[in-house]
């Protein structure tokens, strides 16, 4: 049997950035303890002309060219997001068009079946649509598929949210012949309501304290030990670890409680520089790590959507990392070119989206 | 203002960069015509351009057409290809343009993914802009 796993993946945060501080400074709060406890320094902002669909795009584009193939081999895009920019009228169209899967090139009205969709599961949505593609690719249905995990996250206005909520997207493509295989994944869902935006609503309700042990922690470390469980893993067999980050400190108290070591995190861990960028937060983190990884690691991603849903996946690099890694903008770059705005200017570049 | 139906057609163009050359003469045409400019010929094959180029000259925009938002800055830039379009410059800070007597001139620029625009049925417009390298 071939392996199947990541063949090429890209990532993509905005350049504007508000710092933790400024937000608090707005509302009059005390900002040490607010950075203390979320860990997160600042967030990535998306500017008038970006979105779900803009960034999904760049991301895909870098995926692409590492992947190094002909985009009109990819049969298949899923997109998970929060943020689509239309209540009705899907993301993945205008994606799947702007990255060349639909028609030929040099054949302009040859058409090709392509499978689309827009999946939303709160944050797990992008890592759902790795579980569907990878499935098509084992099941000889398609060459490639690309898995898309993108947000422009708003919280309300002097809402806790409002410190974290970002903007970032990751692409992967699966298919065969991988830079990291992918050996297994696992999930675990159960009805537990800890966040929640209702139809027409701009922005979203939480439980607040709510969403941690029951939510966050219980879902995060079930996927885990299942997907250990089922490919008779252990802890000291992964290399790198990234959990879902609605700040910087969920993911390492879950990495204590399943007994990993902090260190293990901390190529993924982008969400200080960032924000949690809901859909992307989990994917940006495993991008982050694809971009150093050496042949032989292997990785833990589990991913985490309120509502609520932990998927699990181990991944082993190999040797094909190494050319890929050398093609096009790291996580890391993007997470440098950045300009702060104050408080105003925040408002106007999510004003503008308001108007919409 | 390009209606729903149009912006369609011009999808290819829109989102991809691709152009047309001539099989008589070599000329990389963009935007799309029917016929080469520089020979006539009809014998035009489809042909994708990098997306990179220069900066000729730019302008900033202060009174922006409906469903644009101002200010921002439209340049004529020269791709590497040869042809010479008009765009639309993102990611940099007005003020920094401001301050340069030489504006963007003769700076490196790669294509990037955008909205472009809001039409009158509140339907997004995506596209490409220029990014500086
Ligand atoms: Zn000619």
Known sequence: ?356 | MLSVPVFWRMNKEKYKMIGKKCLDCGLVIFPNRKNCPSCDSQKLEEFGLSGKGKIYSDTIIRVAPDGFEAPYITALIKLEEGPMIVGEITGVDIEDVEKNPQGLVDKEVSITFRKIMLNENGLRVYGLKFLLE
Request: charged fraction near 25%; glycine fraction near 12%.
């Open chain 1, 1 to 356: 049997m071939d392996k199947t796993g990541i063949v090429g993946w890209g990532s993509y945060v905005p350049r504007f950035r508000i710092k933790i501080e400024e937000i608090a400074r707005i509302w009059g709060r005390d900002a040490l303890p607010i950075l203390e406890g979320l860990g997160v320094d600042e967030k990535a902002i998306a500017g008038s002309d970006e979105d779900t669909i803009t960034m999904s795009v760049e991301a895909g584009r870098t995926a692409i060219l590492r992947a190094g193939i002909n985009p009109v081999k990819i049969s298949a895009l899923f997109i998970g997001s929060e943020s689509h920019p239309y209540a009705v009228n899907p993301s993945s169209t205008v994606v799947s068009e702007a990255l060349g899967f639909s028609s030929a090139f040099g054949n302009t009205f040859k058409e090709k079946t392509i499978f689309m969709g827009d999946l939303e599961f709160a944050c797990k949505a992008g890592s759902a649509g790795m579980q569907i593609c990878h499935a098509f690719v084992k099941s000889n249905e398609i060459e490639y598929g690309m898995a898309i995990g993108a947000d422009t996250a708003q919280g309300k206005p002097g809402d806790a949210l409002e410190y974290t909520a970002g903007s970032g997207a990751a692409a992967f493509i699966l298919g065969k012949d991988p830079v990291a295989e992918l050996e297994g994944t696992y999930s675990f869902g159960t009805d537990t309501s800890d966040f929640w935006r209702n139809e027409g609503k701009k922005y979203p309700n939480h439980g607040a304290r709510f969403t941690g042990e029951p939510a966050y922690f219980k879902h995060v470390t079930n996927a885990t030990k299942g997907l250990m469980e089922k490919l008779s893993l252990g802890i000291d067999d992964f290399d790198k670890v990234v959990f879902h980050t609605p700040n910087a400190k969920f993911p390492l108290r879950a990495a204590k409680i399943l007994g990993f070591d902090a260190s293990k995190l901390k190529e993924g861990l982008v969400v200080p520089k960032i924000g949690n960028t809901y859909s992307g937060a989990s994917l940006i983190g495993l991008a982050s790590v694809l971009d150093s990884a050496k042949p032989g690691e292997r990785i833990l991603v589990t991913s985490y959507g309120s509502g609520s849903g932990s998927d699990s996946f181990s991944f082993m690099i190999t040797n094909k990392i190494l050319q890929a890694q050398k093609l096009g903008k790291k996580t890391i770059d993007y997470i440098n070119n950045k300009k702060y705005v104050d408080y105003g200017t925040y408002v106007k570049l999510r004003g503008k989206l308001l108007r919409e």
